[in-house]
Every structure is written in structure tokens, then in C-alpha cells.
């Protein structure tokens, strides 16, 4: 599996900026080309750069696998545009930021207790195993989890109750660690899909070597 570790705008909090599947990746139009690049390199995706809700923290918003790209449904027309251009789009109707609560790989998605039901109820028209938890006694999920359908990671304060959950959900094995030298809030430091990682630049070596344990599904 190809790995990077990076900063993108100057941040080491990588995984805000990025979302991903096995063919696509969308950035903000600020990252820096050479950022790009490394993107295009390691996850081997076509990378499209694009605002969403004027911001560019695209994770927070965002969640997408091979099928799909799941948004709230007040995205602006624009911005909706230069997304349906490359992927199918599935408005989801809340006012939550969905990325912060939701994670999704192409057989299921773990979503908040606190995210409403009718979005919950779409969500599972699109053919997803939905599940509601909360993980590590926190309500945002999906900063809490990285999903690809070959693997998953986890923040390291999940109980074993809540893995076999996940396990069940995403139908892979996967594991915990830190990043970017202990943040707990995986998802904004990692951004993956089953060819690549991209980590922040302050993940260290015993942090990488798990993480890459997890999203291939092989840790102990």
C-alpha cells in the first residue's frame, strides 16, 4: 500500500481537506499542486479540486464511496455542479455537518444517534447497511473512523463491543490507532482508500505502521 505523509495548507490535519474513494479524490481549488501530485501518486485517483459550502474542509461536509458522494442538502448549485460532473450525488436532507457524521465504505455506513431519521432513512435507500452508534463516547462518528472496503480505522479509545459493530457494518476487519502523534479524531489526519494513505506529517513510525495495519485489515 503506497503512504505519504504530508501537510496540505500548511496543516498537518490532512484529513479535513480530502475525500476520497478507489478512483476519485476531491480537494479544495487552495491546494498547493505538488499536494496534488502526492495525492494522484499515492491513492492512484484522478484528483478534482472543488469548495464545498465555501469551505474547504470537504471531510466535514462529505463522505463519498465508488457509488456515491453523500452532501447535505443546502449545497450551493455551483459547487453541486463541479461534483455531479465526476460522481453520483445523494443529497442528504439535514443540517448537521454529514461528514462529521457519518463514515461509509460501499456495504455499509456507521452513522450518529444524533443524526436525524429522515436522514437516516435516505441514507438507507442507497443500498447501505445502515447502522446507528456512537463510538468512543463521542456522537461525531465520522471523525472518529476511516473506512475503505479493505479495511477500517479506528479511534484507539473504541470499545470491543464497538469494533465487532463496525466489523459488522463495513464487513472487513480493521483496528485502532493515533495519528499525527496522538490525535485521537483519526479522520482528520488520515485520508484512504484500498491503494493509499495519506497522514498528516507529524504521524510517527509506530503510528504508521498501525494505521497501515488497520486499513489492510490484518491487525492483531
Known sequence: MNIARI??????????????????????????????KTLEET???????????????????????????????FIPPKEF????????????????????????????????KTLQKKAVDEIKKTGLKVTQTNIAKTDIVGSCIVATNKGFLVNPN???????VLEEIFGVKGG???????????RNSVIANT???????????YEINRIEDALMGTEE
Open 7 to 36: 501537510r496540505l495548507l500548511g496543516s498537518t490535519y490532512v484529513g479535513l481537506f480530502g475525500i476520497t474513494n478507489d478512483t476519485l479524490s476531491f480537494v479544495p481549488p487552495s491546494i498547493e499542486d505538488r499536494a496534488v
Open 43 to 73: 491513492l492512484n485517483t484522478k484528483v478534482v479540486k472543488a469548495n464545498l459550502y465555501g469551505s474547504s474542509l470537504l471531510s466535514v461536509f462529505a463522505k463519498m464511496n465508488n457509488k456515491y458522494v453523500y452532501l447535505p442538502s
Open 81 to 112: 455542479e463541479t461534483i455531479e460532473r465526476e460522481i453520483k450525488v445523494k443529497l442528504i436532507h439535514t443540517e448537521n455537518a454529514l461528514g462529521n457524521m457519518i463514515e461509509i465504505n460501499d456495504t455499509g455506513a456507521a452513522v450518529s
Open 158 to 164: 473504541i470499545s470491543k463491543e464497538e469494533a465487532l
Open 176 to 186: 485502532s490507532s493515533t495519528a499525527n502523534t496522538g490525535d485521537t479524531f483519526i
Open 195 to 205: 491503494k493509499g494513505i495519506i497522514m498528516g506529517e507529524n504521524t510517527s513510525p
